[in-house]
């Protein structure tokens, strides 16, 4: 059974997926005073608001972040444009819905952040395990 650790607050829940995490950054470069994984607990929830908290989990490229409300099960749709990011020496983040189809024909559909391998290190290509941040990616 994989991991899942919960932080709510009166309005959402933060569900956090430990195995799913490539380490971007992005949550605690968003929100320092929400996320520190210097501390325990490393998440804060009571530190933002709700839609600060929503938009920043909407940042988070591995989807080890994702949201539940008290009206809704897991949130994972975006609408309108895929929009296409290039991170400073990480991977390239595609927000919006998406099908990725694999050398051996299968399809990955995506319909919220996912991010793809720039630096070729990934051990789980086409999308971003963090190895870029092992191998001293620059770019």
Request: proline share 5%.
């Amino acid at each position: 059974m994989k991991k899942v650790k919960e932080y709510s607050n009166e309005e959402i829940t933060i569900l956090w997926k430990p195995e799913k995490c490539i380490h971007s950054g992005i949550c605690v470069r968003l929100l320092p005073e929400v996320y520190n994984p210097k501390e325990r607990p490393w998440v804060k929830i009571e530190n933002a608001s709700t839609e600060a908290l929503k938009a920043q989990v909407a940042n988070c490229p591995s989807r080890a972040l994702s949201l539940k409300d008290k009206t809704t099960s897991e949130h994972s749709t975006t609408g309108g444009v895929t929009k296409i990011s290039i991170t400073e020496n990480g991977p390239l983040l595609i927000t919006g819905n998406l099908e990725i189809k694999k050398v051996d024909g299968t399809i990955d559909k995506k319909n919220k952040v996912s991010a793809l391998c720039r630096c070729g290190g990934s051990n789980n290509k086409p999308y971003c395990d963090g190895s870029h941040a092992k191998i001293g990616f620059k770019d």
